[in-house]
Each structure stands twice: as C-alpha cells, then as structure tokens.
C-alpha cells in the first residue's frame, strides 16, 4: 500500500486548507483511511478516519479537538481521501501523516478511536503551519 499525502503549507489563524492523499488502499475491499498529526514535543495524535464505502461502511470519525472544523471526505474514483481544514487554530501546527490499514486493529483501534499505532501503513508527513 502507497500513500502520498500534499497540500500542506502556512495559512493564517482562521484560515483554511486542505490536505490530499493518493492511495492504493482503495483498491481494497475493507480499509481505514485518515489523517494524523504530530506537533513539535508532542505524540502522534489522530485528526480524522474514514472507512471503506458500502452497506455497514462509510464511517467517520473526528477527534474533538477538530469537529465542525475539519472535514475528511474521500474519492474512490480518484483513490484519494482529503481532509479541509476551517477555522484553523496556531495549535493545528504540526507534521499531518496520511495513514491507511486493513487489518482488525486498524478498522477498530485506527478507525473508531483513532488510534495511530494501529494502522498500518504511512505516508511520508506534510508541514501545515498556522501562524500570523
């Protein structure tokens, strides 16, 4: 499995970007896609998960610190899954890792409690900087 994630970059408090991630977990019957962040000093910590589509799938899950703020969303079509980001906080400061899996612990640790140490694969981390 391949991930690549962009969109990264320095955006103003209260502004907005979004991240994109190309992946082959797509091609995969049963998956957990999201996003992860890891800030300076700090532990990885998990922003936003989406499962596989279909009956009993499509799930989503947020970490609070991000709800109503961040939305993740993703593309079959274009084996891509996003996350925009609003309302963007100088604490959203930090590495976002995309990550995938489609193992038990992924699909249950990585997806519903957004636990990093659960997925499986990794994609190399992009800088998303909130600073005026």
């Known amino acids: 499995v391949q991930l690549q994630a962009s969109g990264g970059g320095v955006v103003q408090p209260g502004g907005s970007l979004r991240l994109s991630c190309a992946a082959s977990?797509?091609?995969?019957?049963?998956?957990?896609i999201g996003w992860f962040r890891q800030a300076p000093g700090k532990e990885r910590e998990g922003v936003a998960c989406?499962?596989?589509?279909?009956?009993?799938?499509?799930?989503?899950y947020y970490a609070d610190s991000v709800k109503a703020r961040f939305t993740i969303t993703s593309d079959n079509a274009k084996s891509t899954v996003y996350l925009q980001m609003n309302a963007m906080k100088p604490e959203d400061t930090a590495v976002y890792y995309c990550?995938?899996?489609?193992?038990?612990?992924?699909?249950?640790?990585?997806?519903?409690?957004?636990?990093?140490?659960?997925?499986?694969?990794w994609g190399e981390g992009t800088q998303v900087t909130v600073s005026s």
């Open positions: 977990v797509f091609a995969l019957d049963y998956y957990a």
């Open positions: 990550a995938a899996g489609h193992s038990l612990s992924a699909l249950i640790g990585g997806l519903i409690h957004l636990g990093w140490r659960n997925m499986d694969y």
């Open positions: 989406i499962s596989s589509k279909g009956p009993a799938h499509d799930r989503i």
